[in-house]
């Protein structure tokens, strides 16, 4: 009897570490965790934004937008008049690469790409999106 209790016990215990986590369910440690992450790279979005290594003349985003000013995150997608189109914020930061920094343009995925757009956003944290919007 008591083999069979362990067993059963055992089968349980494999059936639930085999069931997949739900996605909201997390620890503060988890939380702690990823803004910390966050947070990280923020900071080095700042680093990439401040320091005029993304481009081949010096030049800086922060000369243009210091602290991200008028970058305007929470309005993406829209239409950008120097691209032609409905575009991403992603999209407009390569053109600023391209053209006043005289550089090349990062894909999307790219981790300094994610870098920019986290510091970017976090200047504008609390603004209420208005996509579409000038």
Known sequence: MRLTLAAAFLFA????????????????????RWQAEYQ????????????????????ACAQCHPNAANTHPETYPKFQKQLGKVAQLWEMVNWCLRNPL???????EDPKMSAILSYVTYERRGVKLAPGTH
């Open 13 to 32: 215990l494999s059936i639930e570490a085999l069931a997949p986590a739900r996605a909201d369910e997390f620890t503060k440690a988890d939380i702690d």
């Open 40 to 59: 990280k790279v923020v900071a080095d979005g700042r680093t990439l934004w401040t320091d005029g290594s993304l481009g081949t003349n010096g030049v």
């Open 102 to 108: 005289q550089g090349q343009p990062l894909g999307a």
